[in-house]
């Protein structure tokens, strides 16, 4: 099993930047991904990543201003948010997975690991 516990969170301003951390320990899912889930809304994927290959995965069809990366031999996934705005709002977490043919932005269900979540609150 694998255990994931986010960081980073925080009350900012619209235009701020944030950086989020997922740590993981225990065994090893090739797709880490950040999911986030605003008051009232399903939660949505941000940003994913094949572990291995270090192959990103984001919705080109949506604002893309978050970038995910690796540090593979800490075991630490990031999210960096540029120019946030009060829509980010939310609870974000960091999800873990098994590839299949990609790994999934579509569906929480790909994901069967999730940390506890951490706030990011923006305010203009």
């Known amino acids: 099993q694998i255990h994931l516990m986010e960081s980073g969170g925080g009350s900012v301003q619209e235009g701020d930047s944030l950086r989020l951390s997922c740590a993981a320990s225990?065994?090893?899912?090739?797709?880490m991904a950040w999911f986030r889930q605003a008051p009232g809304k399903e939660r949505e994927a941000v940003a994913a990543m094949d572990i291995l290959s270090g192959r990103l995965y984001y919705d080109y069809s949506k604002d893309v201003r978050f970038t995910i990366s690796q540090d593979n031999p800490n075991r630490m996934v990031y999210l960096q948010m540029n120019s946030l705005k009060e829509e980010d709002t939310g609870m974000y977490f960091c999800?873990?997975?098994?590839?299949?043919?990609?790994?999934?932005?579509?569906?929480?269900?790909?994901?069967?690991?999730w940390g506890q979540g951490t706030q990011v609150t923006v305010t203009s």
């Open positions: 999800a873990a997975g098994k590839y299949n043919r990609g790994c999934s932005l579509e569906s929480t269900d790909a994901y069967p690991y």
């Open positions: 225990g065994e090893r899912y090739s797709c």
